[in-house]
């Protein structure tokens, strides 16, 4: 299977043989007066800059040092302790409190892309509104421009609306009606972390322009355009590697979020990077290109469009359900109580109309739907709003649901017999395999000990809550990594499952042969996985394997046991790979351990010309005293190359799996030999 490690750090199972273009070439890209008009940051300076920016720097030093006194020896609490922060610097001294964490972009939840998505949803909003149809990004070397063609910010407040966390058009529910962004801070997080903000907005021919460096404003103006410049807002940033260290958009998941945004929003066309982002269809084009085809839908799809609920829907031969949610056009990755009640709705909805009392397990399997709300007020989880938390929208959304399934049954008799049918036939599947696998569990369990052979637990799991939220497990390939990561991980969160060797290729295996194989029946308890996802014990997955073929091979291995068996711990990004040094710098003074050729370059230049360079291949092969720095978090203050380096894998589209399984693992085919002897290794040894 194709595990592989793009040039942009992400790690992706897709397809090996060819990818469908997503995008059109957009025409060539008009000048406009918001972005030929801008001035150089030499030109934008003042005078007084440099003495705020220190002065601005030693105060959030300050507060940041009395944040990591330590608890044996406290600092006295006095009138002193007293920190005031102006503007926007207390986002840039807690900013995990606004965009969730860092990150250097190898990860779709990483702050650059959430700061990205501010800019976006800004544009986007106005295009809900009514007002403008077209949006305009570019994403280049870490500097991201976005056009809008709406209103354009009233000049005179384009200030507050991007520096005052208190003040933003988007409170005023007359003016803005479910808008993405609602609190008025997404924006002025993206100004603070960027070491470059600028913002402009035209309005009939007059445009006002603001530059920010770090969250602190350089220049004002305000003028007149050229005769025919659209109104609308511009905006551009460059986000500050003091905060983010050297990161890099993955235009992948720049490209998913935008497929996402055009889904969402049929008749507007986003142009990135040359590309084009539109949708005639909407929702049901989302379904389409997540699953390649439809093909194998039961019934051509169920639309339904209510004043604040939409989704599209349809029902496949698998017994997996797949739920695309959003709110506002924000994409809810986690669900929230609109996903749980409409569920509730739809198995109300069979059950009322077929008079009958089916399990919604049942009534869902083989569920592929698209499901979109509106709300004025969203409240969601997390600043990242990735999981909505509204209460009183449930019994709505069912009643809704319930009468939109009831009457579309009612209206189409030939799918409603098609729809029992299936569910029929997921009771007698998940009969089958509640049979088989609850025997073949309890046997199971018969031969596992309390201590699960190759398992070195750790003490709190995810059912442990809190305390349980950074757990891991590391799956490694042999003893000799083993030894070393069992000495040096934190044992309270820190667990590892050691592999004898390769484990066997499960692929086109059912799942009742995975209790035969001793090996994957022990790591399948140590994940708690054997009765159901949901008792998964550990936060994040992590194959640990060297950096050589056998390691490619065992990854993949591993990789092709989640996948068939317990698919949606991929996809709901659970799994990940451990990235290890390439190489170790040192001379008579020091080690150093670097991640990349430049970073060894840099060392060897810094330790001096007769300093001895190791590239590693084996995880064995670091020293187990200082294994520790590997596998712990990054410390404040430390280096990039310092703390664990997770790559997530991610799966585009669920169209590609069953295409990459077949691929890497299935039949040794000339073209599979062929394609891994000239690409595998390459691909993957990043």
Not at 145 to 174: E, H, M, Q, W
Not at 224 to 238: C, I, M, S, W
Not at 535 to 561: P, W
């Amino acid at each position: 299977m194709g595990v592989e490690k793009n040039n942009k750090g992400t790690t992706s199972v897709s397809s090996a043989k060819t990818t469908a273009a997503k995008s059109t070439t957009s025409s060539a890209n008009k000048q406009d007066a918001l972005s030929t008009s801008q001035k150089t940051h030499e030109e934008s300076k003042n005078a007084s800059k440099p003495a705020k920016a220190a002065e601005s720097k030693k105060k959030v030093g300050a507060a940041a040092s009395t944040k990591s006194a330590t608890l044996s020896e406290p600092a006295a609490y006095d009138e002193n302790s007293i920190q005031h922060l102006e503007g926007l610097e207390h986002i840039r001294l807690r900013p995990g409190m606004y965009i969730g964490s860092l990150g250097d972009g190898s990860n779709e939840n990483d702050g650059i892309y959430i700061l990205l998505k501010e800019g976006i949803d800004n544009a986007v909003d106005e295009f809900s509104q009514g007002f403008g149809t077209q949006v305009e990004i570019e994403i280049k070397d870490g500097r991201v421009k976005i056009r809008d063609f709406g209103r354009g910010i009233p000049l005179g407040k384009l200030d507050d609306c991007v520096s005052n966390v208190n003040t933003g058009a988007k409170y005023n529910n007359s003016v803005f009606k479910q808008a993405i962004g609602m609190n008025g801070v997404g924006i002025k997080a993206t100004n603070a972390l960027s070491s470059y903000f600028r913002a402009a907005s035209v309005r009939d021919e007059k445009i006002a322009t603001v530059i920010y460096e770090r969250g602190k404003k350089i220049s004002q103006t305000i003028g007149k355009t050229k005769p025919g410049v659209k109104n609308g807002t511009y905006l551009e940033f460059v986000p500050d590697t003091e905060l983010f260290g050297k990161y890099q958009f993955n235009m992948e998941m720049v490209e998913k979020r935008l497929w996402n945004y055009a889904y969402l929003n049929p008749g507007l066309k986003i142009r990135c990077n040359g590309n084009t982002y539109t949708s005639e269809n909407g929702l049901e084009d989302l379904l389409l290109h997540e699953m390649g085809s439809l093909s194998n839908a039961m019934y051509k799809t169920f639309s339904y469009k209510g004043k604040n609920l939409e989704f599209v829907m349809t029902h496949t031969a698998s017994l997996d359900k797949f739920v695309y949610s959003f709110v506002n056009g924000q994409s809810t990755e986690d669900g929230g109580t609109h996903v749980t009640a409409f569920l509730d709705g739809i198995t109300k909805g069979v059950n009322g109309f077929f008079k009958k009392d089916y399990e919604q397990s049942d009534v869902t399997s083989g569920l592929l739907v698209a499901l979109k709300i509106g709300l004025d007020n969203p409240m969601f989880t997390s600043q990242t709003k990735n999981k909505l938390g509204n209460v009183e929208i449930r019994t709505p959304i069912i009643n809704e649901t319930q009468a939109a399934i009831d009457d579309w049954l009612r209206h189409n008799p030939d799918i409603a017999g098609s729809l029992e049918d299936k569910i029929i036939r997921n009771q007698r599947a998940r009969a089958e395999i509640n049979n088989v696998t609850e025997k073949q569990v309890r046997e199971a369990a018969k031969t596992v000990s309390l201590k699960i052979p190759k398992l070195k637990d750790c003490r709190y799991h995810l059912q442990d809550g809190e305390k349980g939220a950074n757990s891991m497990i590391f799956i490694t390939e042999g003893d000799s990594a083993t030894g070393s990561m069992v000495n040096a991980r934190d044992v309270t969160h820190q667990a590892i499952f050691s592999l004898r060797g390769k484990p066997e290729n499960m692929f086109g295996r059912k799942k009742t042969a995975l209790f035969d194989n001793e090996e994957l029946k022990n790591l399948t308890f140590s994940l708690g996985v054997q009765k159901d996802v949901a008792d998964l014990r550990y936060q994040k997955i992590v194959i640990a394997t060297d950096a050589d073929n056998d390691g490619y091979h065992i990854r993949n291995l591993v990789m092709t046991y989640l996948l068939l068996y317990f698919e949606e711990l991929v996809l709901t990004g659970h799994v990940y790979i451990l990235e290890t040094p390439l190489f170790r710098v040192r001379n008579k003074k020091e080690t150093v351990y670097c991640y990349s050729e430049e970073s060894r370059d840099r060392e060897i230049k810094r330790l001096g010309s007769g300093a001895e360079v190791t590239r590693f291949k084996g995880l064995g092969e670091i020293n187990g005293d200082e294994f520790g720095q590997f596998i712990h978090p990054r410390k404040e203050g430390e280096s990039e190359d310092k703390g664990i380096h997770l790559t997530p894998v991610s799966i585009q589209t669920l169209q590609n799996v069953p295409h990459v399984l077949e691929f890497y693992m299935g039949k040794n085919t000339p073209e599979r030999r062929e394609f891994i002897v000239h690409h595998l290794a390459a691909e993957i040894d990043a």
